[in-house]
């Protein structure tokens, strides 16, 4: 079982920026992939950014060149730095960890984004 804590979360004006952390409680370097992913009230949750083990990243187009994701395989650690936000990336924010079969998600971290 692996646990997954988000944190950096927060209220931050537009054109701000903030890094969000995962930590993992397990190794994540045998993860297939990490991902970050949003949520709003009423809507699903929808992915923002991945990253996979070899290294290779995707991301959402709302969030291109904006948002960078990361992984630091020795701290067991995902990151998501956020520029330039904007109103509209106002969510609650969820790691998501894949050592398939096993797919673990975090508590999730709010983020809200003043006009």
């Known amino acids: 079982q692996v646990q997954l804590v988000e944190s950096g979360g927060g209220l931050v004006q537009a054109g701000g920026s903030l890094r969000l952390s995962c930590a993992a409680s397990?190794?994540?370097?045998?993860?297939?992939?990490m991902g970050w992913y949003r949520q709003t009230p009423g809507n699903q949750r929808e992915l923002v950014a991945m990253?996979?083990?070899?290294?290779?990243?995707n991301y959402d187009e709302s969030v291109k060149g904006r948002f960078t994701i990361s992984r630091d395989n020795t701290k067991n650690t995902v990151y998501l730095q956020m520029n330039s936000l904007k109103p509209e990336d106002t969510a609650v924010y969820y790691c998501?960890?894949?050592?398939?079969?096993?797919?673990?998600w975090g508590q999730g971290t709010q983020v809200t984004v003043s006009s």
């Open positions: 990253i996979l083990r070899g290294g290779l990243t």
């Open positions: 397990g190794s994540i370097s045998s993860a297939i992939a």
């Open positions: 998501k960890l894949n050592k398939s079969p096993m797919i673990y």
